[in-house]
């Protein structure tokens, strides 16, 4: 079956639309990259996301308007990648993340604080909650392609996080007989899948999942305060290459709560976004820090979260690193994270035969495929769901 993946990711670069060709099931799926595009948002559109991430109020007519473009940019993104292949079948479309909340516990003595609405018996005192726009029903019907969209809410309904979502894909795709693995992410937002060894008992039980923390978003917006907008990130990471991390300052970052919390968990700009960068900001300008050395200092968080995270909560050492997303195309940062974790081997997934800069659309391509043959799509154990569910709604055009 032909099926076309999208995804735009906290980064907001544009849309990565994938063309496969998908086979089998689960454990016995076959996965063919045929084709992949990168479309640009308009600049417009990009501004208004960008705001509404960093908290921009909007009015519903607003809110309708935003959903309305981003599903029909979206829906151009697949109409131009198949025009080469008319039998395209199903669509899966993440959208467009504006707002991430995971699942919370209030402090003791806190309670009823902070919410107008009484707890529920057994779901968390703060429940989670994520929003994606871009309307599967309006790309199904552009597209007269039917389309898989909203693929978090089902696990958030069950108690999770609705985040990461990849790390059952990661496993059947990239898992391997005898050698652990750890794939990397680095988008906006970094998150890891930790895969066993196939050849393990029980190996999918033991996979695990979270997001690490930030990937390019600091990076990004460190760029775009530095260039008042010229810019909007850093090719190769070669302005931050030219630089010298701060290590005291990263130790101080790595302080922050999220690092410190056990998996499952998730994050997004709400945390490591714009204020975040303020902070980090006036640490650098309090010691004097050139633009270049602050970019070295944020690109050294990031490596330092991901090396921390693996020390702190894998259950082993992995043999091999695979990076993907457009962090694994910042030279620097790889470098850094080849240094940082020696002597164990850091590649690409493209090394291994699975394009890194569309693994996450690949992945959404596979997670829709899975919600027609009504298979979960979820890892409880990465997303802190009480149970696999099935992924995604459908839209069929009409």
Same mark, same amino acid.
């Given at each position: 079956?032909?099926?076309?993946?999208?995804i735009?990711g906290?980064?907001?670069d544009?849309?990565?639309?994938?063309l496969?060709?998908?086979s089998?099931?689960?454990?016995?799926?076959?996965v063919?990259?045929?084709?992949?595009?990168t479309y640009?948002?308009?600049?417009?559109?990009?501004?208004?996301?960008?705001?509404?991430?960093a908290?921009?109020a &909007?009015?519903?007519?607003?809110?309708a308007?935003?959903d309305?473009?981003?599903?029909?940019?979206?829906?151009?993104?697949?109409?131009h990648?198949?025009?080469?292949h008319?039998?395209?079948? &199903?669509?899966?479309?993440h959208?467009?993340?504006?707002?991430?909340?995971?699942?919370?516990?209030?402090?003791e003595?806190?309670?009823g604080?902070?919410?107008?609405?009484?707890?529920?018996?057994?779901f968390?005192?703060?429940?989670?909650?994520?929003?994606q726009?871009?309307?599967?029903?309006?790309?199904?019907e552009?597209?007269?392609?039917?389309?898989?969209?909203?693929f978090?809410?089902?696990?958030?309904?069950?108690?999770?996080h609705?985040?990461?979502?990849v790390?059952?894909?990661?496993?059947?795709?990239l898992?391997?007989?005898?050698?652990?693995?750890?794939?990397?992410?680095?988008?906006g937002?970094?998150?890891?899948?930790?895969?066993?060894?196939?050849?393990?008992?029980?190996?999918?039980?033991?996979?695990?999942g979270?997001?690490?923390?930030?990937?390019?978003?600091?990076?990004?917006?460190?760029?775009?305060?530095?260039?008042n907008?010229?810019?909007?990130?850093?090719?190769?990471?070669?302005?931050?290459s030219? $630089?010298?991390p701060?290590?005291?300052?990263?130790?101080?970052?790595l302080?922050?709560?999220?690092?410190?919390?056990?998996?499952?968990?998730?994050?997004?700009r709400e945390l490591?976004?714009?204020?975040y960068?303020q902070a980090?900001l006036?640490?650098?300008?309090a010691?004097?820090?050139?633009?270049?050395?602050?970019?070295?200092?944020?690109t050294?968080?990031?490596?330092?979260s991901?090396?921390?995270?693996?020390?702190t909560?894998l259950?082993q050492?992995?043999?091999?690193?695979?990076l993907?997303? $457009?962090?694994?195309?910042n030279?620097y940062l790889?470098?850094?994270?080849q240094?940082?974790?020696a002597?164990?081997?850091?590649?690409?997934t493209?090394?291994? $035969?699975?394009?890194?800069?569309?693994?996450e659309?690949i992945?959404?391509a596979v997670?829709?495929?899975?919600?027609? &043959?009504?298979?979960p799509?979820?890892?409880?154990?990465a997303?802190?769901?009480?149970?696999?569910?099935?992924?995604g709604?459908?839209?069929?055009?009409?």
């Amino acid at each position: 079956m032909l099926v076309i993946g999208l995804i735009s990711g906290t980064s907001v670069d544009g849309i990565d639309a994938a063309l496969v060709d998908i086979s089998g099931t689960d454990s016995d799926i076959k996965v063919e990259f045929l084709a992949g595009e990168t479309y640009p948002y308009p600049t417009k559109l990009r501004q208004q996301i960008l705001a509404v991430c960093a908290g921009e109020a &909007l009015s519903m007519a607003q809110l309708a308007e935003l959903d309305d473009a981003i599903a029909q940019t979206f829906a151009q993104a697949a109409q131009h990648l198949q025009i080469n292949h008319s039998s395209v079948e &199903l669509i899966g479309s993440h959208g467009q993340t504006v707002y991430h909340r995971p699942p919370q516990r209030r402090s003791e003595g806190h309670e009823g604080q902070g919410s107008a609405l009484p707890a529920l018996k057994g779901f968390p005192d703060i429940l989670g909650y994520s929003l994606q726009l871009g309307r599967g029903a309006v790309i199904a019907e552009l597209t007269q392609i039917p389309t898989v969209s909203n693929f978090r809410t089902g696990d958030i309904a069950a108690k999770g996080h609705g985040a990461p979502l990849v790390p059952r894909v990661d496993a059947y795709l990239l898992s391997h007989p005898h050698e652990s693995r750890c794939v990397q992410n680095i988008g906006g937002i970094a998150n890891v899948a930790y895969l066993p060894p196939r050849s393990h008992p029980d190996w999918l039980e033991k996979v695990r999942g979270w997001d690490t923390g930030p990937g390019n978003s600091l990076l990004d917006l460190a760029v775009q305060h530095f260039t008042n907008g010229s810019r909007t990130y850093d090719a190769n990471g070669e302005w931050a290459s030219s $630089g010298s991390p701060c290590h005291t300052l990263v130790e101080k970052w790595l302080s922050q709560d999220y690092f410190q919390l056990p998996p499952p968990k998730s994050t997004g700009r709400e945390l490591f976004g714009w204020d975040y960068l303020q902070a980090c900001l006036a640490d650098t300008t309090a010691l004097n820090l050139s633009a270049a050395d602050t970019l070295a200092t944020l690109t050294e968080l990031t490596a330092a979260s991901i090396v921390h995270s693996y020390q702190t909560f894998l259950p082993q050492q992995s043999d091999r690193v695979l990076l993907c997303g $457009g962090g694994s195309r910042n030279f620097y940062l790889k470098r850094r994270l080849q240094e940082l974790l020696a002597p164990l081997p850091v590649q690409t997934t493209d090394e291994i $035969g699975l394009s890194a800069n569309f693994k996450e659309a690949i992945a959404f391509a596979v997670l829709a495929y899975w919600r027609m &043959l009504n298979l979960p799509g979820n890892l409880p154990q990465a997303t802190g769901a009480t149970q696999p569910v099935l992924l995604g709604e459908m839209h069929l055009p009409i």
